[in-house]
């Protein structure tokens, strides 16, 4: 799957690059640039946050916007997981009967942080799934 990117993305990763010197993936932009999402290689997150949160706080300096940071991964169900943390996720199955659904199985207490407040958080996940593993939709169990 091909990902298109639009400029003002193509922008903010080459930022975050520059900056924290760890690699993008991919980038989302919330409306009125509130928040930016960064997916990160897998295994470059540490030097992503950078030491006690430095590279993201400077990033949120220099967008004036908050700044997520999601870790890719290689299969669906690690991603999906990634996605929705802090969130602890004890099991992603991927059903493929008429659409594509990951149902993430999240310990009550932790629903609240899964879908994260107004839903930013499992609609990040969402959109970043659908872009990266054709995913039509993640539901938590």
Not at 12 to 39: K, N, P, Q, S, W
Not at 104 to 130: N, Q
């Amino acid at each position: 799957m091909r990902l298109t990117l639009s400029d003002a993305a193509r922008r903010h990763i080459a930022l975050f690059e520059d900056i924290t010197g760890a690699t993008a993936r991919d980038c989302l932009l919330d409306e009125g640039a509130e928040r930016v999402v960064f997916l990160v290689a897998a295994g470059e997150m540490r030097q992503a946050v950078g030491p006690d949160g430095h590279a993201v706080k400077k990033l949120e300096d220099r967008l004036d916007a908050e700044v997520a940071l999601v870790e890719d991964a290689d299969v669906p169900e690690a991603f999906v997981a990634n996605a929705l943390a802090p969130a602890i996720v004890r099991n992603v199955t991927i059903s493929e009967d008429d659409s594509r659904v990951a149902y993430a199985e999240v310990p009550a207490e932790d629903k609240g942080v899964a879908i994260g407040a107004d839903g930013r958080t499992i609609e990040t996940a969402r959109t970043l799934a659908k872009r990266h593993f054709d995913l039509d939709d993640i539901e938590l169990a």
